[in-house]
């Protein structure tokens, strides 16, 4: 019996976040000064910024687009240690529309943030309901982790609890388990496995059975590394990328969330790009995409997104955000996308 | 938009263990000395023990059998340090049969301990099964994720991704979603859904769909607190008792499952009396789901059980054990269950 027992002699590693720090800070379009003021400087500065006739919306942006997740947090102490008041809450009072969204969400922690985008997309299903297969799929299980306590305590509820009252048919098949999951981060890889779990995604293709167990089992539990091999695999053996395959009807919407959820398993700078193109093109702009798009990504993967934005179209992000939104909101969006100095 | 952003002041708690550190003190069963030795004197007694002319085995219950998992823990480090050999892998090398088990499981911590049984569980599908049901309900969110942990650094995958591929049909649709969730830990209770939940429930099950994936919503989200309202609204309202319904066919397995998993969330104490009383019951004891019932609950709640199992048995626990089992392995778990001077 204790061959396996008997390896229990490892120090037991938290969960890795998928990336190390210093690839984290080299994707991360955040700029952050070398020697930045101490919390209790930058929130004496906030609270200056509130003050007096009018917002001083570019000392706002100035200071919290140049800070990274635990300067803010520290921030945020500070300050309401300081003047007693939740800097959110003041900035909720002084700001307005999409700046005031981009900045609230993203002088939230991530967890925070992303159980907080969770949340509004278990009660929109079917409009932003994307955000749930974003968090899902490219969050580390460590990230995953925080945000179900976040959610717990936020909402007493579980997350898995709100997806599955929400949903039903076969979108609750897959969204319930994807939420749920958390999956092997390692880089081991089965080919065997890879080769069998391709055939049977593609015999429940050719089916067209999209929403099969077997299918919702190997996408939603495998590990990333595993998945890119049967993925693969399918792509050699079977002559096209899975994801053209599951675009038989290109209207259906279980067919699209599949997509999206092997994309973003995959392939999540592509994800996003796309997400941040057809945001954009659109006219007058999805700014909740946009927004999400930015706030959950300038930290971590921004650098990458923006080469594969510039490589599709030509255009640079920077370029293509500024032609579509104006004042404020725009330069707290280009400053979290790397605009100007820190 | 931002009613619930603002709220984000709280302080995080970690998902708490369901019972306090003070309340777990009375239910659990094992007996430590006021000043125990140090580690150190542990683990050079312990070494003492492996030598010379046969192993022995007294002195290595009356020290392993009253620490506690952090004592344990730290006994176990030492013992590396100081012998350059696990301990779990000295003890694996001198013990032997039921009693090597009982050692060996109870001297894991309780994360690496269920991570191993619920490994065990995903392999022996059919006969230790309920390991999984056990864990899944019965431990604290906080446990549970600490339990995800080891098993993927221990067996390079995850769980809910070994049960869904060693599982199929029904079965499948109870465990995945039972092993993923990590329920909402908090007191608050729905009535008005307590009671639309505790109708769907009793449609379904009069239906004789016991497999309804509402059903398994309700089951595998829904917090204990929830559940419990939802249950006594069942009862109150349809005249029986879930699980009385749920004995429709007393020889499905679906349906065993099934009543093992609501008794596991709402009277834990009872289910592992009844386990305690099969397994004792049985010609030639069920020593497997002996074990484990006691190297998982000692620490944690086998007084409530004791007591239960008294009242339910006539006679004491320690009695029906003592009958049944023999030496070393019997003074084990008896030891465990709080015979004898810490």
Known sequence: MHRNLLHTTHTLIPFSTQKSEKEILIMASLKVPQSAPSPAEDAEQLHKAFGGWGTNEHLIISILAHRNASQRKLIRQVYAETYGEDLLKTLDKELSSDFERTVLLWTLEPSERDAYLANEATKKFTSSNWALVEIACTRSSHEL????????????????????????????????????????????????????????????????????EEVIRIITTRSKAQLVATLNHYNDHFGNAINKDLKADPKDDFLKLLRATTKCLTRPEKYFEKLLRQSIRKLGTDERALIRVITTRAEFD????????????????????????????????????GHGNA
């Open 302 to 337: 921004m650098e990458r997104i923006k080469e594969e934005y510039q490589r599709r179209n030509t255009v640079p992000l920077d370029r293509a955000i500024a032609g579509d939104t104006t004042g404020d909101y725009e330069k707290m969006l280009l400053a979290l996308i």
């Open 145 to 212: 982790f925080a945000i179900r306590q976040v959610y717990h305590s936020q909402y007493k509820k579980s997350l898995e609890e709100d997806v599955a009252y929400h949903t039903s048919g076969d979108f609750r098949k897959l969204l319930v388990p994807l939420v749920s999951s958390i999956r092997y981060e390692g880089p081991e890889v089965n080919t065997m496995l890879a080769k069998s779990e391709a055939k049977i995604l593609h015999d429940k293709i050719s089916e067209k059975v999209y929403s099969d």
